[in-house]
């Protein structure tokens, strides 16, 4: 059944901070868990499912039904994707961060060697993964504007330009002038999680730094939208809230940029909570059948939207998801500056859970009878 209490995302308000203070946290968490088993039916057969079914199937009135979500994933998959698949990797700039974050190994207060790449080592970095056939790249860093600011991402993107046919940047959020100087730069896309959406909670997991700030990094992807970037990555981290309202939320987000700035490509991430240097446990668990559900979820929301999993989980979980909805995909990632070739023994920002190579994951991926896309979705379709 729809529910027409909450308002529908508005075009014509000037950032998503409009829609996100009609909505309050402990209710929609509450309407989540009410929803019925007729609820999920209803949202299965539904030709044009909309934010109440994505409720219904997140729900743990769902779990009954996750073999015939993952059924319907499966053949929206292969209607609007085909056999394909993205593979992307990550390389980190620097570890040097400005912000106290409970859940993460960059965090300021962890005593560790503190590095930024130079743009010799950037190279041999880029080296190597050009050498795996990597075409599309995504630039990581602490959040550390005086070392990493606007002018190092920019240098780092120029340097790299011509080796990739896409680059994508996960660093500070930045004002709308900063994304449009970087777009011209050749900066592709960019990736900003709210961590969490609940606004207490995000509180007490950044207490220090620029990142403390709710909601610029709240309004980070309306900036982006207005500075014409190309593809926006949203997500939350799961563990630090309840995974069923942080998902609505990112649901809600999305379908509000989509709406407002509809020539922006987007991505969704899910991330989960992994070891780390001084690192908080997870205050909600989220297991695997809750992602298989999510992604799921998220497919049968948005036949469009590209769906993206990296190697925070397990060889047997990405095996076993990849045909359910994922359309990107990394491998042998390392989560520390230099970790390919100049430094692999640096502080990592969280421990990876698969970590077969490059060549492995790609033999996984064809015995699925899957093809290798390595460069960006909305790239090809150009």
């Known amino acids: 059944m729809t529910d027409t209490r909450h308002p529908t995302p508005d075009t014509k308000n000037k950032t998503f901070k409009a829609i996100f203070d009609q909505y309050n946290w402990d209710t929609t968490l509450s309407e989540i868990l009410s929803k019925t088993e007729e609820d999920v039916v209803s949202a299965l057969h539904s030709s044009k499912r909309d934010i109440e079914d994505f409720k219904a199937l997140i729900s743990p009135a769902a779990k009954p039904y996750l073999e015939e979500m993952a059924q319907l994933s499966y053949q929206i998959t292969k209607k609007r994707f085909g056999n394909t698949i993205q593979m992307y990797a990550p390389m980190y700039l620097s570890n040097e961060c400005q912000n106290i974050c409970t859940y993460c190994g960059f965090s300021m207060t962890n005593t560790i060697p503190r590095r930024t790449l130079t743009d010799e080592e950037i190279l041999k970095e880029t080296t190597f993964l050009k050498s795996k056939g990597y075409d599309h790249i995504l630039l990581v860093t602490g959040e550390a504007n005086r070392t990493v600011g606007v002018d190092y ?81 949203l997500g939350a981290l799961f563990g630090l809230e309840d995974w069923r309202a942080d998902s609505f939320f990112t649901a809600l987000h999305l379908q509000y940029l989509q709406k407002t700035y509809w020539k922006t490509k987007y991505s969704i991430s899910f991330p989960r909570l992994r070891p780390h240097s001084g690192g908080v446990e997870p205050k909600v668990a989220m297991t695997d059948a809750d992602l298989v559900q999510l992604i799921c979820a998220f497919r049968l929301l948005d036949e469009d939207v590209e769906l993206s999993m990296s190697t925070r989980e397990s060889e047997v979980f990405r095996e076993n998801i990849v045909n359910l909805g994922i359309t990107s995909i990394s491998a042998a990632s390392k989560t520390n500056p230099g970790g390919y070739v100049v430094d692999p023994q640096s502080l990592e920002q969280f421990e990876i859970s698969d970590e077969r190579s490059t060549e492995e994951v790609v033999t996984m991926l064809k015995c699925k009878g899957l093809e290798v896309v390595w460069k960006d979705w909305a790239h090809n379709w150009q």
């Open 153 to 233: 991402i920019k240098n780092a993107i120029q340097l790299i330009r011509s080796q990739f046919a896409n680059i994508t940047i996960e660093v500070q959020p930045m004002d709308q002038s900063d994304y449009e100087g970087l777009i011209k730069s050749g900066l592709y896309a960019v990736l900003v999680y709210q961590e969490t959406y609940h606004k207490d909670e995000y509180k007490k997991h950044h207490p220090k730094g620029r990142k403390s700030n709710f909601e610029y990094r709240l309004e980070t992807p309306d900036r982006l939208g207005k500075a014409g970037i190309h593809k926006i990555g």
